[in-house]
């Protein structure tokens, strides 16, 4: 995917080098080796500059990412591409619950990625898969999707730093007490398994704060926002409260009161990351989400409850 990006200097940014202007707006090492590289990749008015040059207020500086492949190895699929939102720089997706967001031993071709690149070879547009905020296969909804380097470099360093904050709904065994609460509990790999994982003392630091929506003896709903993005952290965090997802297969298994785990990426708040501008994503619960919510809460709204 291509991106051109003109900028006009400021009074203040008078005195900076181009690289330092440069990484200051989020361009990575990598991101100005690949201008470097680029013919015309970096330009004052129409001639090419050295990242070392001095900028003058007033001087119209502009940017091309030139990228020329797709991501290697990834066929395209014709396979479900919800777009909840699409410009130059992003993709907002709400993806299907059973669905991989990356190819692997066993998902070669049925994976967001495939999706993806079906969309945009469709279009006759190279693009290389980036995906900013991972979810499980079997977790739905919302995931951002950076349609060039520059977008991913800044993106991913805001996911880093805590500034977008993501919120999931997800349905638990058992009665959550009502109100909000904490866990803070590291979180690692379990010896005998390469999926699951469990809270441990030597693990990596996992913060998940939640909020319970509704509660009966048999099952909560609840919201959960992340300081950390661990593996499985709403699952494992759960489980470890003792109220493990309904539907989990690793966590809680033997209940099918869902389909899958019960978990449901419904919220996203970020800055876009060319113009600066807050951007708020929701997304309902799934059908088989609703379902869930329909037995255990006859006659609970989930859009009036969250």
């Not at 699409?86 to 907002?92: G, W």
């Not at 049925?110 to 980036?130: C, I, K």
């Not at 899958?260 to 060319?274: K, M, T």
């Not at 600066?276 to 997304?283: I, P, Q, R, Y």
Request: glycine share 8%.
């Amino acid at each position: 995917m291509n991106k051109t990006l003109h900028y006009t200097i400021k009074p203040e940014e008078a005195g900076l080098t181009v690289g330092c202007f440069l990484r200051k707006q989020g361009y990575s090492r990598h991101i100005l080796t690949h201008l470097k590289q680029t013919e015309h990749g970096i330009c004052l008015g129409s001639a090419p500059v050295y990242t070392s040059a001095i900028l003058r207020s007033g001087d119209r500086l502009t940017v091309r990412i030139i990228e020329e492949h797709s991501s290697g190895q990834i066929q395209p699929a014709a396979l479900p591409f919800p777009i909840v939102f699409e410009d130059e720089d992003i993709l907002v997706i709400d993806k299907p619950a059973g669905m991989p967001v990356h190819p692997s031993q066993g998902n070669h071709g049925n994976t967001l990625a495939n999706s993806a690149a079906w969309y945009f070879h469709q279009q006759g547009v190279p693009y290389v898969f980036r995906c900013i905020n991972r979810i499980d296969r079997d977790t739905s909804g919302l995931l951002i999707l950076a349609k060039h380097m520059l977008s991913a470099a800044v993106l991913s360093k805001d996911l880093k730093e805590h500034r977008i904050r993501r919120t999931y709904l997800a349905m638990t065994t058992g009665r959550l007490t009502p109100g909000e609460g904490t866990v803070r509990a590291p979180i690692g790999r379990c010896p005998h398994s390469i999926l699951e994982r469990q809270v441990d003392p030597l693990g990596e630091e996992a913060v998940t704060h939640y909020r319970v929506l509704v509660s009966s003896d048999q099952a909560s709903l609840a919201s959960f926002s992340l300081e950390t993005g661990r593996t499985h952290q709403i699952r494992v965090h759960m489980k470890y409260l003792g109220h493990p997802l309904l539907g989990d297969f690793l966590y809680n298994p033997g209940n099918h009161d869902c389909p899958r785990q019960a978990l449901h990426s419904c919220r996203l708040e970020f800055s876009h990351p060319i113009s600066g501008k807050m951007l708020t994503f929701t997304c309902p619960l799934p059908d088989d989400m609703k379902a869930c919510l329909k037995r255990f809460f006859p006659g609970q709204d989930a859009a009036l409850l969250f």
